[in-house]
Nanobody
Framework: EVHVVESGGGLVQAGGSLRLSCAAS????????VGWFRQAPGKEREGVGC????????YYVDSVKGRFTISSNNAKNTVYLEMNSLKPEDMAVYYC??????????????????WGQGTQVTVSS
């Protein structure tokens, strides 16, 4: 059974950094694209970016471009979201999903995603 587990969230001051982790079980990230998503209170879940397994290519939405970086460690079967220069508007619960296709132009869900518990990121101003 395929599962992903997010971790690494916490409280950080505006301008600070956090690194989130997305650990896989039941499958290897070698074969799956992974996307990061977030949901702020009262808002819909939105995509942040994704990484493709075929070439390690990434895609980011404009609001995080230049501040967030997605990378993978296949030996640890983990995908990371490095977040720098955090802003109060980045505060949300962050989720990862392997139910996507990712390219340099964006992503698309390959099936109805099964969301985990996510990890809370709180940014104080």
């Amino acid at each position: 059974e395929v599962h992903v587990v997010e971790s690494g969230g916490g409280l950080v001051q505006a301008g600070g950094s956090l690194r989130l982790s997305c650990a896989a079980s039941g499958f290897t990230f070698d074969d799956y694209a992974v996307g990061w998503f977030r949901q702020a209170p009262g808002k819909e879940r939105e995509g942040v970016g994704c990484i493709s397994p075929s070439d390690g290519g990434t895609y980011y939405v404009d609001s995080v471009k230049g501040r967030f970086t997605i990378s993978s460690n296949n030996a640890k079967n983990t995908v990371y979201l490095e977040m720098n220069s955090l802003k109060p508007e980045d505060m949300a619960v962050y989720y990862c999903s392997a139910d996507i296709y990712c390219s340099g132009l964006g992503w698309a869900f390959t099936r109805q995603p099964e969301w985990g518990q996510g990890t809370q990121v709180t940014v104080s101003s």
